[in-house]
């Protein structure tokens, strides 16, 4: 069993940066890719980034690429992601995910075996 846990949610002016973090109780993370997802009030739940086990790989949704920055430290069994120039449109709950030895990375939530509880970001004008 894989417990998240995010953190580093929060309040920011648009244009602002956040950095998340999701830290993973679990022995074997180099060997689980990993995903961020967001949902928004009344939306579903959409694919923002993800990074690969095997060669670290990144993949994002179009509309954070440029932006956002997923990346991991497997030595901390942490995976980060790093939001500037944030808008309104980014507010949402922000979840991690885990993907057991997925290559590469995928964007369908349905792949991924564990999740994390979700930290909230909002972004005001």
């Known amino acids: 069993q894989v417990q998240l846990a995010e953190s580093g949610g929060g309040l920011v002016s648009a244009g602002g940066s956040l950095r998340l973090s999701c830290a993973a109780s679990v022995r074997t993370f180099s060997n689980y890719a990993m995903g961020w997802f967001r949902q928004a009030p009344g939306k579903e739940r959409e694919f923002v980034a993800a990074?690969?086990?095997?060669?670290?790989?990144?993949y994002y949704a179009d509309s954070v690429k440029g932006r956002f920055t997923i990346s991991r430290d497997n030595a901390k069994n942490t995976a980060y992601l790093q939001m500037n120039s944030l808008k309104r449109e980014d507010t949402a709950v922000y979840y991690c995910a885990a993907d057991w030895r997925k290559a590469p990375a995928t964007m369908m939530r349905g792949s991924y075996d564990y999740w994390g509880q979700g930290t909230q970001v909002t972004v005001s004008s």
């Open positions: 990074i690969s086990w095997s060669d670290d790989s990144t």
